[in-house]
């Protein structure tokens, strides 16, 4: 019989990672309110423009932007307040992310141009038991536009990308090779990270914006805790995203990344062609996603507890 035992507090999966306090996450965040760093040139895109975003069940997000580093943000027409952000372009699509100063919390944004659409990931830091772990929320809304009524469509969940195999490699230098094998989770090897020689799973989100770009997300529960979130061109392999979380030595990492790729494969597929999105039920916890756990049903053992009962 299974003995119960506590969640292990030292460890995160298979590597060991720091169980940092909200007070630490707090401190290393200060870095963050000047917006993410970048290897590429940061697009001006957004320079000098005034948007509002509606989400569907979620906040209405006012910007200004002041230039391609600097941002006012009000949610829900509350008081505006000041932040860095960063921005990249893929074609018609515009991804930005920032931080809200004082805060734990963040919102990265992927803003399609051509119809006005947009998806919302809100994230945070210190909503699980490892505080370093990212939560998110993705909320599908559209850019208000004086004298138009909200468009019907919306970014939706997909099944489009389900069973595909890439390599991708960041401005960065980070490669990774990356297998969707489903609608909620994904594996990947960071080959420049601990060797390569570790895959491991995420719980992932899909969201299709038109038949060539989609959005893929990705948090390393039980691992790292990192996000990594992107749009991606399937036909031109090519990416930008955001990074934000905290690497092995604890060093905040919160960045925007420019990519480019080569496809793998593609397993096949029996399920009848559509855009069949398997999303999770509706849940009313914020921010709830199917997770596998190992380590808070398993444990490490030891040789002489192996010996034991053996």
């Given at each position: 019989?299974?003995?119960d035992?506590a969640?292990?507090?030292?460890?995160?999966?298979r590597?060991?990672?720091?169980?940092?306090?909200?007070?630490?996450?707090?401190?290393?965040?200060?870095?963050?309110e000047?917006?993410?760093?970048?290897?590429?040139?940061?697009?001006?895109?957004?320079?000098?423009?005034?948007?509002?975003?509606?989400?569907?069940?979620?906040?209405?997000?006012?910007?200004?932007?002041?230039?391609?580093?600097?941002?006012?943000?009000?949610?829900?027409?509350?008081?505006?307040?000041?932040?860095?952000?960063?921005?990249?372009?893929?074609?018609?699509?515009?991804?930005?992310?920032?931080?809200?100063?004082?805060?734990?919390r963040?919102?990265?944004?992927?803003?399609?141009?051509?119809?006005?659409?947009?998806?919302?990931?809100e994230?945070w830091?210190?909503?699980?038991?490892d505080?370093?772990?990212?939560?998110?929320?993705?909320?599908?809304?559209?850019?208000?536009r004086?004298?138009?009524?909200?468009?019907?469509?919306r970014?939706?969940?997909?099944?489009?990308?389900?069973?595909?195999?890439?390599?991708?490699?960041?401005?960065?230098?980070?490669?990774?090779?990356?297998?969707?094998?489903?609608?909620?989770?994904?594996?990947?090897?960071?080959?420049?990270?601990?060797?390569?020689?570790?895959?491991?799973?995420g719980?992932?989100?899909?969201?299709?914006?038109?038949d060539?770009?989609?959005?893929?997300?990705?948090?390393?529960?039980e691992?790292?805790?990192?996000?990594?979130?992107?749009?991606?061109?399937?036909?031109?392999?090519?990416?930008?995203?955001?990074?934000?979380?905290?690497?092995?030595?604890?060093?905040?990492?919160?960045?925007?990344?420019?990519?480019?790729?080569?496809?793998?494969?593609?397993?096949?597929?029996?399920?009848?062609?559509?855009?069949?999105?398997?999303?999770?039920?509706?849940?009313?916890?914020?921010?709830?996603?199917?997770?596998?756990?190992?380590?808070?049903?398993?444990?490490?053992?030891?040789?002489?507890?192996?010996?034991?009962?053996t």
């Amino acid at each position: 019989m299974q003995q119960d035992r506590a969640y292990p507090q030292e460890q995160m999966h298979r590597i060991a990672y720091t169980q940092l306090t909200a007070e630490q996450i707090d401190e290393k965040l200060t870095a963050a309110e000047d917006g993410p760093s970048s290897a590429s040139a940061l697009s001006d895109a957004l320079a000098g423009r005034t948007l509002r975003i509606v989400t569907d069940n979620g906040p209405a997000l006012g910007y200004r932007f002041d230039d391609e580093r600097r941002l006012e943000l009000s949610e829900n027409d509350g008081p505006a307040v000041g932040a860095g952000y960063g921005a990249l372009t893929l074609d018609h699509v515009t991804l930005f992310s920032h931080m809200v100063p004082g805060t734990q919390r963040g919102y990265n944004v992927v803003l399609d141009e051509d119809t006005g659409l947009a998806t919302v990931f809100e994230v945070w830091f210190s909503g699980f038991l490892d505080n370093r772990e990212v939560q998110r929320e993705v909320y599908f809304g559209y850019v208000e536009r004086n004298g138009s009524p909200p468009p019907e469509s919306r970014h939706a969940r997909t099944n489009r990308v389900e069973g595909k195999g890439f390599y991708w490699r960041q401005d960065t230098g980070v490669e990774t090779l990356e297998f969707y094998p489903s609608t909620f989770y994904s594996n990947f090897v960071e080959l420049t990270r601990f060797g390569g020689e570790l895959g491991f799973c995420g719980p992932s989100d899909y969201v299709k914006i038109n038949d060539e770009v989609y959005i893929y997300s990705r948090t390393e529960c039980e691992f790292s805790g990192t996000m990594t979130l992107y749009a991606m061109d399937v036909n031109r392999v090519e990416q930008v995203g955001v990074r934000l979380g905290f690497d092995a030595a604890d060093a905040l990492e919160y960045y925007v990344f420019r990519g480019s790729g080569e496809w793998l494969g593609q397993i096949a597929q029996f399920e009848a062609f559509g855009d069949v999105a398997g999303a999770a039920p509706p849940s009313e916890e914020k921010g709830a996603r199917r997770v596998y756990r190992p380590m808070r049903n398993d444990w490490t053992m030891t040789e002489a507890e192996v010996r034991a009962v053996t």
